[in-house]
């Protein structure tokens, strides 16, 4: 077993006695109708058992178009909080990124996965603070500015990031006041807002010199204890960033038996700040074309169309890949493998804005 293969089995459990790390197993936080409060919920929330800061956008490197995405994990483990050794993995922090660049046709990627050991003091190896967003893992991080920006740092296996993210507009919470419903059963939510249309300056390289580059780019900061039941598979997600200056995001949770949905949602924000939302049945994703990864052999729907609403007033867009080859195999750090990409939104073949889609739960069902 190799080095980094054996610390990743160590830091999740494997090997360890089991008895006194599990002798009393914690009770997550649980997600409820509250009025979110920043800049504290910036931070991390280490009750609950799974959280998330994600962001992902289009770059311009001269002429040509480059994805990328930046995303830090967060994980509370079941292991017993009692346990006072450092070496308990009680937080775990994972992170990737990803460069797509059609002229390489292939997805650049890496990851990364540590214990936490301290929580509100930095750490050289992995860490994250309660009162803003603040997160660092060998050497990768995210921050958010003094003056309501983000600013990030990636140095990995032939990919680097060196952005700047500039607020444009004001948060974007979904749901219900950032409480957003993720299936029929009541604990089946998250808190979660966006921050969409950010303006990105910085650099990047993907293995020669650094490039001047510039773009938009979207963060979700999003965090639960219960997304998914039993009987869910996966989900399908976008952020889209509109050409006009509006924002829309949409999600479906697939069910494991063929193609019922468990639940989905959207939220519009229109060029002149009014907001809408999109019930369960005002959302769907129909499949226009797949793509079969040739490195592990699953099948996503790469293009799609997505209606929103209902009869004649309907929205219908199709969403076209930057390229199809942008499957991320992260088995290494959170053991999933998925589709993660850029991607154009049209309309009547006029190009409407450019986001990213997620699709999750095509390898396998997913469990978080």
Do not use: C
């Not at 990864?293 to 009869?311: I, K, N």
């Amino acid at each position: 077993m190799r080095r980094r293969q054996l610390l990743q089995w160590l830091l999740l459990g494997g090997g360890l006695p089991t008895r006194s790390l599990l002798a009393a197993p914690p009770e997550f936080s649980v997600v409820v109708p509250r009025l979110l409060s920043f800049p504290r919920d910036h931070g991390a929330h280490p009750g609950f058992r799974t959280e998330w800061w994600y962001i992902t956008g289009w770059l311009e490197a001269g002429s040509e178009p480059i994805g990328f995405q930046l995303t830090f994990f967060r994980s509370r483990t079941t292991h017993d909080l009692a346990n006072p050794s450092r070496f308990a993995p009680h937080q775990l922090l994972f992170a990737h990124a990803a460069l797509a660049r059609p002229g390489e046709r292939r997805l650049r990627h890496d990851q990364r996965a540590a214990r936490v050991v301290r929580v509100v003091r930095g750490d050289p190896v992995a860490s994250f603070r309660l009162d803003d967003t603040h997160l660092q893992l060998e050497g990768w991080s995210l921050r958010r500015t003094a003056d309501d920006g983000y600013a990030a740092l990636v140095v990995g296996e032939g990919i680097r990031l060196d952005l700047r993210f500039d607020a444009t507009q004001p948060l974007l919470l979904q749901g219900e006041g950032g409480f957003s419903r993720k299936g029929p059963q009541p604990a089946q939510a998250s808190y979660y807002y966006s921050r969409p249309q950010l303006d990105v300056s910085g650099r990047i390289a993907t293995g020669g010199d650094w490039l001047p580059v510039r773009g938009r780019a979207w963060l979700d900061h999003e965090w639960s204890s219960q997304v998914l039941d039993d009987a869910a598979a996966g989900w399908d997600w976008i952020g889209i960033n509109l050409d006009d200056g509006g924002a829309l995001m949409a999600f479906r949770i697939r069910a494991r038996a063929g193609e019922a949905v468990r639940w989905a949602s959207a939220r519009l924000r229109t060029a002149d700040g009014r907001e809408r939302s999109f019930d369960k049945d005002e959302v769907r994703f129909e499949a226009l074309a797949t793509w079969r990864s040739p490195h592990t052999g699953t099948v996503y729907p790469t293009r799609l169309r997505l209606l929103l609403g209902s009869g004649a007033t309907a929205l219908r867009y199709e969403i076209a890949p930057l390229m199809d080859d942008q499957e991320l195999d992260a088995r290494r750090s959170t053991g999933a493998v998925y589709w993660e990409g850029a991607f154009t939104l049209l309309a009547d073949g006029q190009r409407k804005g450019r986001g990213y889609l997620e699709l999750v739960g095509y390898h396998r069902p997913m469990k978080l």
